[in-house]
């Protein structure tokens, strides 16, 4: 069955690592926000892929508007990376910028409303806190795999918040970071047709071209974005695997029962 409610969901499965091995499918999985699950997909989801954890990294306020579909026999936790304020979300805009800039016609609140990615990916790994929660769901990928469970993790597009977790797992595991930069890009293709339709919509009716090219920009998984957010890595703490072993907490001997937990040969021929 295909999973159409499910948007941006993609399986890390059959990426090749540096020692020629790939991550198993169906390990670990990503995608955006749950809230439109349809109750056979529910189903298929929790059959194809359980036993299965489900990790929501939005806000509260994005899990209050739009609350992930109950799918029975999944382990939800909630796992908010940001504070709305890091992504522009306030009383007066809510979770749904597009909702927002549709009924505004102020110039400088819309672009108000518009999140600086570039200048986000550059300081989230600075943030002691958010570097606290990204540890946080890091290692509970970690102990699901070693406990033989799948995982999803997910925020509301599935491209951002997922994106920098994504890179780090793809990290931690081995891939190199150029490689870890192209898998990044793959989480911001599915929203390609709504960058380019926010970005006409905010020209010809609000008149802010402007607006239209950050909003086009910030609809995309840019590798400059991915790269902002290592350099900030390097720059912190070293490099990323300083990073993994002194603040994380992650070790090399974990690395491995992780890694022999998710991977399969490269010539393995799954089911």
């Given at each position: 069955m295909?999973?159409e409610n499910?948007k941006?969901?993609?399986?890390l499965?059959g990426i090749?690592?540096a020692?020629?091995?790939?991550i198993?499918?169906?390990r ?9 699950v ?6 298929a989801?929790?059959d194809?892929?359980?036993p299965?954890t489900?990790?929501?990294l ?6 209050q508007e ?8 999944v382990?939800?936790?909630?796992i908010p990376i ?9 009383k ?17 609140a819309?672009?108000a409303?518009?999140?600086d990615?570039?200048?986000?990916y550059?300081?989230v790994?600075r943030?002691p806190?958010?570097?606290a929660r990204?540890s946080?769901?890091l290692?509970?990928?970690v ?23 994504s890179a780090?797992l ?10 870890v930069?192209?898998d990044?890009?793959?989480?911001g293709?599915?929203w ?5 339709k ?16 950050i909003?086009y920009?910030?609809n995309?998984?840019r ?5 902002a957010a ?7 703490y ?5 990073l993994f ?17 998710v ?9």
């Open positions: 295909k999973l499910i941006n969901l993609l399986d499965g090749t690592l020692d020629g091995r790939r198993a499918p169906g670990i999985l990503r995608s955006a926000s749950l809230d439109e349809s109750d056979l997909e529910a189903a989801l929790s194809r892929f359980g299965l489900v990790i929501d939005r806000t509260d306020t994005e899990v739009k609350p992930d579909v109950h799918i029975p026999g382990q939800y936790v909630h940001f504070k709305e304020s890091v992504i522009g979300i306030t007066e805009t809510g979770a749904d910028t597009g909702a927002y800039i549709k009924r505004t016609w102020n110039r400088k819309i672009r409303a518009l999140p990615m570039l200048d986000i550059g300081s790994m943030d806190s958010i570097v990204i946080e769901v290692h509970l990928i102990k699901n795999a070693l406990q033989g469970r799948a995982t999803l993790f997910h925020c509301s597009q599935g491209k951002d918040r997922t994106g920098a977790v780090l793809l990290s931690f595991c081995g891939l190199d970071r150029e490689s930069f192209d990044y890009e793959r989480g293709l599915f390609r047709g709504k960058a380019l926010d970005a006409v919509l905010l020209t010809l009716f609000k008149w802010d071209v402007k607006a239209a090219r909003a920009k910030a995309l998984a590798r400059e974005f991915i790269r290592y350099d900030a890595i390097d720059e912190e070293g490099s990323v695997e300083r072993r002194d603040v994380i907490g992650l070790s090399d001997e974990v690395r491995s029962r992780f890694l022999a937990a991977t399969e040969p490269a010539n393995f021929q799954s089911a």
